[in-house]
Nanobody, 116 residues
C-alpha cells in the first residue's frame, strides 16, 4: 500500500528558508510516472509548485523558479522541496503527490506560514 507523508513545514519570516520532506512508502521510485509538489492557500485552488517526471525532468511554477529546488533520494524513498527567500504569498498547505500510471497518492499536507 502506497503511503505519502509530508513534513518540514512551519512558521518562517520573509526571506527565510524551509526544506519540506515527503516520505513515500510501499512504492518503487522507478515505477513512478510523476512526483509533484502542490500547494493550496486558504480560499484558493490547489496549484502546482514543482514536478519531476519519470525521466527526471523538473519543472517549476514561475512564482517559485529560482527560489525553490526539487530533489529526490530514491534510495531512501524521499522527496524534498528546498524553499529559499520565502515570501508571504508562499503561505499555504503543501502537498506531495505521487502518480503511478493513472493513480494519484496524496499526503495529508504540511503547513507553511511566511510572516513577520
Amino acid at each position: 500500500q502506497v503511503q505519502v507523508v509530508e513534513s518540514g513545514g512551519g512558521l518562517v519570516q520573509p526571506g527565510g528558508s524551509l526544506r519540506l520532506s515527503c516520505a513515500a512508502s510501499g512504492v518503487i521510485f522507478s515505477s513512478i510516472n510523476a512526483i509533484t509538489w502542490y500547494r493550496q492557500a486558504q480560499g484558493k485552488s490547489r496549484e502546482l509548485v514543482a514536478q519531476r517526471n519519470s525521466v527526471g525532468y523538473i519543472t517549476y511554477d514561475n512564482s517559485v523558479k529560482g527560489r525553490f529546488t526539487f530533489s529526490i533520494d530514491s534510495a531512501k524513498n524521499m522527496v524534498y522541496l528546498q524553499m529559499n527567500n520565502l515570501k508571504p504569498e508562499d503561505t499555504a498547505v503543501y502537498y506531495c503527490n505521487i502518480r503511478i500510471v493513472t493513480k494519484d497518492y496524496w499526503g495529508p499536507g504540511t503547513q507553511v506560514t511566511v510572516s513577520s
